[in-house]
């Protein structure tokens, strides 16, 4: 793996958008979150951005900190909870929750506003020519998140786990991010879009799945590939950019 290389991504969202993420995944109410369960999941995510050496905000640190003091409370036995200062809260779950729902009803007023914006487009005309998009290219695919690319890339990682006892052992393996973005962009081109999956499919070591997702993200931010979905946690795709 080339030390030298520094894969530099800006990570938009925030500590309650994993949460969110989270929550949304595992097809669960938010009044009905499992503390230990999504503080797991979230502990999971942050030795992830760790391990791809990916820089993060102190708030998510912070977020962590929060989830694993209101776990170790949520596991007390009653008699045995420490006292807080004149609260009436007796569910340590309850402010992370309300801090959750307040979140999430300014997102979905933005994306409404950003609805109507889009809407307000095709209404209002521009001095510049609007661009013809095909089927594919419209807003029945949406843009993937860094959540959703860390989520499949654990998966790929699994995978990997579970056959591991099937490969032979590889020596002095050395594999470079400069290498796998040329490999990405022979195996990707404009006529030839690919799956998330297929591009770790003949990966045969831990570190050969890192380098390659290092190099998927330099190739995303420098806007050489579009990744998307056609649904809410479905198979990833990834497009050439034709610029």
């Not at 999971?44 to 820089?55: A, G, S």
């Not at 309850?94 to 409404?112: G, S």
């Not at 860390?150 to 790929?156: E, N, R, T």
């Not at 052992?169 to 470079?176: H, L, V």
């Amino acid at each position: 793996m080339d030390a030298d290389y520094k894969v530099k991504i800006e990570v938009f969202e925030g500590p309650l958008d994993l949460l969110l993420y989270l929550i949304k995944k595992d097809e669960v109410d938010i009044y009905s979150v499992s503390i230990e369960r999504i503080t797991n999941q979230y502990l999971e995510y942050l030795n992830t951005f760790r391990m791809l050496d990916l820089e993060i905000a102190g708030e998510f640190v912070v977020m962590a900190a929060n989830l694993i003091y209101i776990k170790s409370r949520s596991l007390l036995p009653v008699d045995q909870e420490p006292p807080e200062e004149e609260s009436d809260e007796e569910d340590p779950r309850w402010d992370l929750i309300r801090q959750l729902i307040e979140y999430k009803k300014f997102k979905d007023a933005a994306m409404q506003l950003q609805r109507w914006e889009i809407a307000q487009e095709g209404i209002i005309p521009r001095i510049a020519g609007k661009p013809t998009l095909n089927d594919a290219e419209t807003l029945l695919k949406e843009e993937v998140g860094i959540f959703d690319l860390i989520s499949a890339f654990q998966k790929v990682l699994r995978k990997l786990e579970k056959r591991r006892e099937d490969l032979r052992e590889i020596f002095e393996e050395n594999f470079t991010v400069s290498e796998k973005i040329d490999f990405i962009l022979e195996t990707i081109t404009p006529e030839r879009p690919a799956t998330f999956s297929s591009l770790f499919a003949a990966a045969a070591s831990r570190t050969e799945i890192v380098v390659t997702f290092l190099a998927l993200l330099e190739l995303m931010r420098l806007k050489q590939l579009r990744v998307i979905q056609v649904a809410p946690f479905a198979d990833i795709e990834i497009e050439r950019v034709i610029l």
